[in-house]
Nanobody, 121 residues
Framework: WVQLVESGGGSVEEGGSLRLSCVAS????????MAWYRQDPGHDCQLVSQ???????YYVDYVKGRFTISYENAKNTLYLQMNSLKPDDTSMYYC???????????????WGRGTQVTVSQ
């Protein structure tokens, strides 16, 4: 049984920062591949960033240099630090147990419920 609960979303102005958190139960973060995805209404679920159990990270091109994925073992919490936010970053962001999900859907088993990020000009 895996439960992922996101928080930290909100409304900020362009150039601002947010830190998303994902508290994980049923999965040990430093033994798992974890990821952040986003989904806009009417669009596909998209990978934003991933961190492997060995600490290797991946970022989609448009967030490189602005977002940082990390986790804290003691709190079993995954983070996404989002800096220099742009209006195009506006989306619902989802935490996922990357090595357990069955397809890129932004819903279902091994996904959180999401947290909304809104960036205004």
């Amino acid at each position: 049984w895996v439960q992922l609960v996101e928080s930290g979303g909100g409304s900020v102005e362009e150039g601002g920062s947010l830190r998303l958190s994902c508290v994980a139960s049923g999965v040990i973060l430093d033994e798992s591949d974890m990821a952040w995805y986003r989904q806009d209404p009417g669009h596909d679920c998209q990978l934003v960033s991933q961190i492997s159990s060995d600490g290797t990270t991946y970022y989609v091109d448009y967030v490189k240099g602005r977002f940082t994925i990390s986790y804290e073992n003691a709190k079993n919490t995954l983070y996404l630090q989002m800096n220099s936010l742009k209006p195009d970053d506006t989306s619902m962001y989802y935490c996922a147990a990357f090595d357990l999900i069955n397809g890129v859907t932004c819903r279902g088993d091994y996904w959180g419920r999401g947290t909304q990020v809104t960036v205004s000009q």
